[in-house]
């Protein structure tokens, strides 16, 4: 990292390198991984539920709610379409989340 050579060249300390230059720059793939953390999570759990192997029946799972709505999809297939939507948009809403928090904190595109 050619920012910590430059500030160890000026004297800077290691509490000093890890306050002005190191966490600065670890915000932004931080904020990012995060945002994908919580969208892998989502489908996980969905994936998980839709399974059975996820949270039990009485709580409330958009995986357990397509695998319910799956004897009704040719009858009633918004019962299918909606649980699956949410995933969908909730899982773009995160990566979205995380790409403009990348490039409101990355250091580089500035």
Same mark, same amino acid.
């Given at each position: 990292m050619d920012y &910590?050579? !430059? !500030?160890?060249s000026r004297g800077a300390g290691p509490v000093r390198l890890m306050a002005l230059?190191?966490?600065p720059n670890m915000v932004s793939p931080l904020l990012v991984t995060m945002? /994908? %953390?919580?969208?892998? !999570?989502? /489908?996980?759990e969905a994936g998980l539920?839709?399974?059975?192997?996820?949270?039990?029946?009485?709580?409330?799972?958009?995986?357990?709610?397509?695998y319910e709505a799956q004897a009704y999809l040719l009858t009633y297939p918004w019962y299918a379409v909606i649980p699956g939507?949410?995933?969908?948009?909730? &899982?773009l809403g995160f990566n979205l989340l995380g790409? %403009?928090?990348r490039d409101l904190t990355d250091a580089k595109a500035r």
């Open positions: &910590v050579k !430059a !500030a160890r230059h190191i966490l945002s /994908l %953390g919580f969208a892998s !999570a989502i /489908l996980s539920s839709y399974l059975g192997l996820g949270i039990q029946p009485p709580s409330p799972s958009w995986g357990m709610m397509l939507c949410m995933i969908t948009l909730m &899982v790409d %403009g928090l």
